[in-house]
């Protein structure tokens, strides 16, 4: 096991609504990301949370938002549920590093369901 | 824009066989971290296996090892001694230098046979 946990592990919502998934990180590690992952698809990238701050973001609109705090556990919300944000949510921590080296452990998932 | 590609969908291998995965990737950063993630059905991706584009010898970790090829920008996953419990979803993964995000591929489904 990873040390990263995530919550709910399932959720159903219906469009419009709005959503918070919880992540939290692997001991020792500052830096937490999100993704998404449709069905019978790879994970998209959402963003990155470094030191509380956003650091870096995907190709999501901006009703995907996201919290980190100082024990570096994080949330990802998301605003005005559509159909198509029915998906796996992924959380993932790695310790940042220089090069290219620095390997992301990903928790559970939520599995989100939008009606 | 980095892209990467795994053309296998889906993979079958007999228990004790080795399998190859196949990835492609594309960028023009010379410098960039190549991974391999394992899916089971729970969900949870676990990290495998890690190539810099600068290492001299291909990565190994156990029974998993990554056959890397520079020029041909392929970055394939080999398995030796299959076991059952190798069936699962798997990703490869690049991240590019000076970039926070992973970008996967689209996943090889393998199956291990008895």
């Known amino acids: 096991e990873t040390g990263v946990t995530q919550s709910p592990t399932h959720l159903i919502k219906t469009r419009g609504q709005q959503v918070t998934l919880r992540c939290s990180s692997q001991s020792g590690h500052n830096t937490v990301s999100w993704y998404q992952q449709a069905l019978g698809q790879g994970p998209q990238f959402i963003f990155q949370y470094y030191r509380e701050e956003e650091n870096g973001r995907g190709n999501f609109p901006p009703r995907f938002s996201g919290l980190q705090f100082p024990n570096y556990s994080s949330e990802l919300n998301v605003n005005a549920l559509e159909l198509d944000d029915s998906a796996l949510y992924l959380c993932a921590s790695s310790l940042r590093s220089s090069g290219g080296k620095e390997t992301q452990y990903f928790g559970p998932g939520t599995r989100l369901l939008v009606l | 824009a980095q892209k990467i590609t795994q053309t296998q969908p889906g993979m079958f291998v007999q228990e004790k066989e080795a399998v190859t995965l196949d990835c492609t990737y594309d960028?023009?950063?010379?410098?960039?971290?190549l991974f391999w993630y394992k899916q089971p059905s729970s969900g949870e991706m676990i990290f495998l296996i890690y190539?810099?584009?600068?290492?001299?010898q291909n990565a190994t970790e156990g029974r998993y090892s990554l056959n890397f090829q520079k020029a041909r920008k392929s970055a394939n996953l080999v398995i030796s001694a299959s076991q059952l419990g190798d069936s699962a979803m798997y990703f490869c993964?690049?991240?590019?230098?000076?970039?926070?995000?992973?970008?996967f591929g689209t996943g090889t489904s393998l199956t291990v046979i008895p």
């Open positions: 960028t023009s950063d010379p410098s960039y971290g």
């Open positions: 190539q810099g584009s600068y290492d001299q």
């Open positions: 993964a690049m991240r590019p230098p000076g970039s926070n995000q992973f970008y």
